[in-house]
């Protein structure tokens, strides 16, 4: 969650990295738990009336290492198990607390309302791929222009209008079916969620989809969401990942 006054990685000489805004009287059990940058024992909270934000120093030439990402999401988790936080992603940055005490005061009454709002959830990320092969013989199968412009080009016949009309025509008709397909994954587990956020998918995936989960229904959710994988059988790929930290529902 950017606000105006941290910085970001290429403001000069940062000395604070952002981990999490949580309330004043969060629990912070930091003890144990390294900093990005590799450092034990550094990670502490500047505090702003009912606010809380929790840093560590800066470390030079930040970059997502596999170390260092793993210790911002350790930090996460570990808050999370307490109570509300708003996550930061990886490489917030400010320059001093004072910085980070203006940027507390000047949301307060926002972030107040969205730890409330956030009490008690966690998020599911659920990723789903199809088999390319699988979509382009149901499309071939059920659509007759498909077929029939396929049949017409098979072994190098038809025109050089007629290969690109196919073309066309299958991107289209995979995208309407992947669309589809989302729109049904999301529908049906909205059911059990607060919230959802829908990302655009990567690769050969059709669906990339966060939910905010009440904790008390977690484990219904991640039942449900394996049932509904089971249902759609072979040649798919369904992977869901959480509890996780808000991340997706902090604007």
Do not use: W
């Not at 999490?20 to 505090?47: F, K, Q, Y």
């Not at 008690?120 to 092969?133: C, G, H, I, M, Y």
């Not at 049949?151 to 209008?161: C, I, L, Q, W």
């Amino acid at each position: 969650m950017a606000t105006p006054s941290p910085s970001t990685p290429t403001s000069p000489s940062p000395s604070l990295y952002i981990y999490a805004i949580t309330g004043s009287d969060h629990p912070l059990r930091l003890e144990g738990l390294r900093a990005v940058g590799g450092v034990s024992g550094v990670l502490r909270a500047v505090t702003g009336g009912p606010l809380a934000c929790v840093v560590s120093p800066a470390p030079p030439d930040l970059r997502p290492k596999r170390r260092d990402l793993a210790a911002h999401q350790e930090v996460q988790e570990r808050l999370m198990a307490d109570g509300a936080v708003l996550p930061m992603r990886f490489g917030m940055l400010a320059p001093d607390d004072a910085a980070v005490t203006a940027a507390l005061d000047g949301k307060r009454a926002e972030y107040v309302r969205r730890l409330e709002e956030l009490h008690a959830t966690a998020e599911f990320n659920l990723k789903a791929a199809r088999s390319q092969d699988d979509l382009l013989r149901e499309v071939l199968t059920e659509s007759d222009d498909a077929r029939r412009l396929n049949e017409r080009t098979r072994d190098g016949g038809g025109t050089y209008a007629d290969r690109l009309a196919l073309g066309e025509l299958v991107a289209r008709q995979l995208d309407a079916r992947q669309r589809q397909l989302a729109d049904q994954v999301v529908g049906r587990l909205s059911e059990m969620a607060r919230g959802n956020v829908v990302a655009s998918p990567a690769g050969d995936d059709f669906l990339n989809a966060s939910f905010l989960v009440e904790r008390g229904r977690a484990e219904e959710f991640s039942r449900a969401a394996r049932q509904l994988a089971q249902g759609y059988g072979d040649g798919y790929d369904f992977r869901l990942r959480g509890p996780l930290p808000p991340y997706s529902f902090v604007a």
